[in-house]
């Protein structure tokens, strides 16, 4: 009968340490889906009538898959796999109307920390990463309004480059 209750006791006494460990120890796969905005950007192009046009800011769609690992103590790393999806509009002059589609996509090294806040059901994390992603711009018409009847397509053009990003967020 002791034996049972000591059995007991050191059971109940393990339920909260169990509950504050942190959510990721070892491997992990994460997909996720979101919201991206591009910001307003410079078009350059060969024509000369739309030099100097920019692509207002445009809401947009995100795609991620990632694996990494839990090393425990909160912190984490993974490499992630991204796709974002815009289609931004030519406003500014001389292009004063138009859009094209941009597509981003390329891969990602990341390290976090997630954040013990003493509730077992959510924890906060912060992180960066750096990795190289390509742009590719398509399927897009621009009109100067400062030259009746000046309408240009736009080719497709992908090119890439060294990205980096600051991750903020929450795990359930």
Not at 75 to 97: I, K
């Amino acid at each position: 009968m002791k034996l049972r209750n000591l059995l007991l006791a050191a059971t109940l006494l393990t339920i909260p340490v169990a509950a504050k460990a942190q959510p990721v120890v070892g491997p992990y796969v994460n997909l996720g889906v979101g919201f991206a905005y591009l910001m307003k950007m410079s078009a350059h192009g060969d024509d000369p009538a739309f030099s100097g046009s920019e692509l207002d800011g445009a809401p947009g769609a995100v795609g991620v898959v990632s694996a990494g690992w839990g090393f425990g103590y909160g912190f984490r790393a993974e490499l992630e796999l991204n796709e974002r999806y815009q289609q931004p509009d030519f406003t500014s002059f001389p292009a004063n109307s138009g859009h094209a589609t941009l597509n981003t996509y390329g891969a990602m090294a990341n390290a976090f920390y997630d954040f013990d806040i003493g509730m077992p059901w959510i924890y906060p994390y912060i992180g960066a990463g750096a990795g190289y992603e390509f742009t590719s711009l398509s399927s897009g018409t621009a009109t100067n309004g400062s030259v009746p009847g000046t309408t240009a397509s736009i080719q497709d053009t992908t090119r890439g480059g060294f990205a980096a990003q600051g991750i903020a967020g929450a795990s359930f």
